[in-house]
């Protein structure tokens, strides 16, 4: 698979590109989702074969179904999302296991499947957000909220300053700020 | 896990209090998902790789030559008599024997070509296996095509019971641009880029 270069175009824009058969663009959108969906696939499948399994079919199907997207429809993300859960629900079903009562979506462990699908969804957007940041703000991110670590183990644990910790944990969130202006928790 | 810190400790006090609000937004949804996975696997990335090693496909200008070859194909099939038909409705238009390599003797197959759909370009297919064996948890089989010797695209996975095993797959490639159909196995927790081929055939029929 070609490097994935960074671009500044939207996940819709790829995948139309992606359409025309563009394998740059087809490895950016592998950039900026594989994480949304093989984690979405690990909580759903609970087995990480089975759920690399779900997402390596879920980028086939991107790559064989790109010209079905329709930009006026939704945008390029929930498109992804649709065409992830499809994978996962093919994957499940071919143990005879129902997909929302695999492994439910943590922490909403006794949602009912309309909470179940929110949090899923929610998740989605926010780990996809978090996959356009520059790596240097997104790790410091996911191990402030997500490690257990202090900021201070953190800094020792990067090996940087204190201060540079905070200043990437502001900018990260800053940067993630537009991204996630309309979702709600 | 210990909770993670308060917002102010994370970023320092000293924001205006619209962007702390601003940034509180985006604290509560850190906090209300699950971690995202550590890391992507490099296996992963290379499966990933090998789909676009096939020419994709319905670009408008290779559409019309794709329906074309379903065309003629399925006229190839008619005039020369091939043409079976099998359990569940599948009509097919010819059947390809696989082989079984060394890899694993006794095992035998069929790849049985379905009609082409006029509007998509799609055809059917239908895979029937027997003699291979029940995979461990996590494995399954994987019919593909190869260029050259080399991996080039895949048509589907499927698992095995016992007897004899019929699964459908639908593919949309040009035949003609590949050797041969392959089945190898793929197995949780292995480096699978370099699997035996089990069965294979040649994709002149």
């Not at chain 1, 900021?151 to 905070?166: M, N, R």
Request: glycine share 8%; hydrophobic share 45%; charged share 25%.
């Amino acid at each position: 698979m070609p490097v994935a270069v960074a671009t500044s175009d939207t996940d819709a824009q790829l995948i139309e590109r992606v359409a025309g058969g563009d394998r740059d663009a087809f490895a950016e959108l592998y950039r900026r989702f594989a994480r949304p969906v093989l984690g979405m696939a690990m909580r759903q499948l609970g087995d990480n074969g089975r759920a690399e399994d779900a997402t390596q079919e879920t980028f086939a199907a991107v790559w064989r179904s790109a010209r079905s997207f329709r930009s006026d429809r939704g945008t390029g993300s929930a498109w992804l999302y649709a065409v992830a859960r499809h994978a996962i629900i093919d994957r499940a079903r071919q143990r005879r296991e129902p997909v929302a009562e695999v492994v439910p979506d943590e922490p909403a462990a006794e949602a009912g499947p309309a909470d179940e699908a929110e949090l899923s969804w929610l998740t989605w957007r926010v780990h996809a957000a978090l996959e356009q940041l520059p790596e240097r703000e997104r790790v410091v991110l996911e191990l402030a909220y997500w490690s257990g670590l202090s900021q201070s183990e953190i800094a020792s644990y990067l090996d940087v300053p204190l201060g540079t910790v905070k200043t990437r944990t502001r900018t990260g969130l800053a940067r993630l700020a537009p991204l996630l202006e309309e979702v709600r928790a | 896990m210990k909770e993670p810190p308060d917002l102010r400790e994370l970023v320092g006090d000293d924001l205006p209090p619209d962007e702390l609000a601003r940034l509180a937004h985006v604290d509560a949804l850190l906090r209300a998902v699950p971690p995202p996975p550590a890391e992507v696997p490099a296996s992963l990335t290379g499966s990933v790789g090998r789909i676009t090693a096939v020419t994709p496909l319905w670009t408008r200008r290779r559409l019309a030559g794709a329906l074309a070859l379903a065309a003629s194909l399925a006229a190839l099939f008619f005039g020369v008599g091939v043409w079976t038909t099998g359990g569940g409705g599948f009509e097919a238009r010819a059947s390809v024997p696989l082989r079984a390599t060394e890899s694993a003797a006794g095992a035998s197959g069929l790849v049985r070509l379905g009609p082409a759909d006029a509007a998509t370009g799609n055809w059917e297919l239908e895979v029937v296996v027997s003699g291979l064996p029940k995979l461990p948890e996590g494995g399954y089989y994987v019919l593909w095509l190869a260029k050259d010797g080399k991996y080039a695209g895949t048509c589907g996975t499927f698992n095995v019971g016992a007897g004899t095993t019929r699964v459908r797959m639908s593919a949309s490639y040009l035949l003609r641009e590949y050797d041969e159909w392959v089945v190898t196995a793929w197995l949780p927790g292995r480096d699978n880029s370099n699997a035996p081929w089990l069965l294979r055939a040649s994709t002149d029929v």
